[in-house]
């Protein structure tokens, strides 16, 4: 089946521990991305990545690092998480850099910053 | 960044009631789409317009891509309470730089049985 899977789906830590979100895609997508969803603020995009070893940032990347190593996976990193960081944080792909098809979203990650 | 204004933020129907809503910009987009995300999932693409003035359906629901490429609406038809959820909608810029698809806040929609 063709899908985004990201891990963990729930995750509650605290302030300043280092924690990495996964995202893989099966679907040889070149454009991968992350978003946040907070309430009354709708989707916000932190980083993007074109192809291998090509991201940049999107609207709201302060706090957050990724990588694109290999094609399939887009992991996103949270080196010292802060209570703001508290969120919903949805991976999304696509097959090519112009997403003129749409993403393919993942389940979503919620993340909790105590 | 750019901003999508979608309207309205939430609404409350009966079931068996058509619903409206819609997507304003100040840009002009060049692919409009509309998601729905379902309670504790992530969004699901219903349908992607690519031409000024193009209308397109997917059952119940037909969406419109504004003739000055600023807007586009969706409507959805005898709504069921499946329907229930949040739709997005999202516009496709010509800059490369900004990765692209700018999402609107989302509409949120209530049926009730």
């Known amino acids: 089946e063709a899908q985004v899977t990201q891990n963990p789906r729930y995750l509650i830590t605290v302030t300043g521990k280092k924690l990495t979100v996964t995202c893989s895609q099966n679907m040889n997508h070149e454009y991968m991305s992350w978003y946040r969803q907070d309430p009354g603020l709708g989707l916000r995009q932190i980083y993007y990545s074109m192809n291998v070893e090509v991201t940049d940032k999107g609207d709201v990347p302060e706090g957050y690092k990724v990588s694109r190593k290999e094609k399939r996976n887009f992991p996103l990193i949270l080196e010292s998480p802060s209570p703001n960081q508290t969120s919903l944080y949805f991976c999304a792909s696509s097959f090519a850099w112009d997403v003129s098809s749409g993403y393919t979203f993942g389940s979503g990650t919620r993340l909790t910053v105590v | 960044g750019q901003q999508l204004n979608q309207s309205p933020q939430s609404m409350f129907i009966q079931e068996g009631e058509d619903v409206s809503m819609n997507c304003t910009s100040s840009?002009?987009?060049?692919?409009w789409l509309w998601y729905k995300q379902d309670p504790g999932e992530g969004p699901v693409l219903l349908i992607a317009?690519?031409?000024?003035?193009e209308l397109t359906s997917n059952g119940r629901l037909t969406a419109q891509f504004g003739i000055t490429r600023k807007d586009s609406f969706l409507n959805i038809s005898a709504s069921i309470p499946s329907d229930v959820g949040i739709y997005f909608c999202a516009g496709r810029t010509l800059r490369r730089s900004q990765g692209n698809l700018i999402f609107g806040k989302g509409t949120k929609l209530s049926v009730k049985p």
């Open positions: 317009l690519y031409k000024a003035g």
């Open positions: 840009s002009i987009f060049n692919t």
